[in-house]
């Protein structure tokens, strides 16, 4: 049996979402389209992704009416929801059927609005498993809710019910936060494109809630994770995430002075405190580039640098080999790979 998934990813992260997954049907908008043959627990653990549904039905001829909510309607009417909870089990998912929530987005201009197409698949959904619809025009659902979702795009619908009981950004690990802190799928995507299978060390300057290193750990726990952080707080939460602590280390310390020889980092992932929502303390308060000139100094010749940046400027010292522009929380900021300029063309 083949069985069609969708992955949920952030705007410029499908093309590595589907690296992960190992292939792909189609890319949409903040989608991967993919097959699995035999259910597969392992789809649980993507890390690059925001979250996985299994799609009950795709639907055709939307179109920018009202007309759209009898079609979707149609379509959620002859999803077999039971079946698609039993699969949603044999994915590792939980069988319990509480209620059913709906959650809807479209691209472009339409006659209704998500709530009109909500109501109209939850209302079927609900219908055709005997349990209770909540509908997200009141507030959030309560919790163990099935969270079915709708994706429109162009004329094409995919109805979808989430594998997990809650998205996959949402780690558990993460029980305490800090202001700016990185959404864990970005932070995962970092890792992948650091390349960390033959780091030995890896450090993140600014670690924040320690987001990047726990990340980089989950996919690479052979290097020796550092974070720092200037704030004591920042690593006292990220320290607190980390519930084992086996190579990983936190500590407290100015990213304008690191206190690591010279040559001794392979990989740097780091979230620098450009952004609005954090500002840059210490040493760096004054002057950002010393961030890149202190980075130089603790990189191996061959260490190279994945960061977040709010927009495409190169940093100092550094030239970028890639980058990836990203939508999130309404900015648009660029995953870059950054390797030092004299090692280019030198056959690395
Ligand atoms: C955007 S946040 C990093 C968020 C982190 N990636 C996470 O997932 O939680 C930037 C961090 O830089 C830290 N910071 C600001 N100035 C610093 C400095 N001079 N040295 C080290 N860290 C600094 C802030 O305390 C903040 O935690």
Redesign the pocket.
């Known amino acids: 049996m083949h069985t069609l998934l969708v992955a949920r990813t952030v705007r410029g992260l499908e093309p590595l979402v589907a690296e992960e997954i190992g292939g792909a049907v189609r890319h949409r908008h903040r989608e991967v389209w993919f097959r699995r043959t035999v259910p597969d627990a392992g789809v649980l653990g993507l890390r690059t992704a925001d979250d996985v549904l299994l799609a009950a039905a795709v639907a055709g001829r939307i179109g920018h009416t009202k007309a759209a909510l009898t079609r979707l309607r149609a379509a959620a009417r002859e999803v077999d929801a039971a079946a698609v909870v039993a699969l949603k089990a044999a994915f590792g998912g939980s069988p319990e059927v509480k209620g059913v929530d709906v959650s809807a987005s479209f691209l472009g201009r339409r006659t209704f609005t998500r709530y009109d197409i909500e109501d109209a698949v939850g209302a079927e959904l609900a219908g055709r498993l005997g349990v209770p619809y909540h509908s997200r025009r009141h507030g959030p659902p309560p919790p163990c809710t099935l969270s079915w979702r709708v994706s429109v795009e162009g004329d094409e619908a995919v109805i979808g019910l989430r594998i997990a009981d809650r998205p996959l950004h949402r780690r558990p690990y993460k029980i305490a ?6 959404h ?1 799928p970005v ?1 995962a995507a970092m890792a992948r494109l650091a390349g960390l299978e033959r780091a030995r060390s890896v450090l ?9 290193l726990i990340e980089a750990r989950a996919s690479a726990p052979s290097p020796r994770y550092l974070g ?4 004591p ?2 690593v006292r ?2 320290a607190g995430n980390t519930a084992d602590a086996d190579r990983i280390g936190w500590l407290v ?4 002075r690191v206190p690591l020889p010279a040559g001794s980092v392979d990989v740097v992932l ?6 609005r ?9 004054a002057d950002h580039d010393r ?1 890149w000139r202190e980075l130089r100094r603790v990189l191996t010749p061959q260490g190279r640098v994945v960061a ?1 940046l709010p927009d495409a400027v190169e940093p100092p010292g550094f030239a970028v080999d890639r980058a990836i522009r990203l939508s999130l929380m309404g900015r648009h900021p660029a995953i870059a790979v950054l390797s030092p300029p004299a090692r280019r063309g030198s056959g690395r």
């Open positions: 936060t800090v202001p700016g802190t990185l864990p932070a993140d300057p600014c670690c924040g809630a320690g987001t990047t720092a952080d200037l704030s707080e920042a939460v990220a310390a100015d990213a304008g780091v979230n620098p405190p450009w952004e929502q954090v500002a840059a303390g210490g040493l760096l308060s961030l977040l």
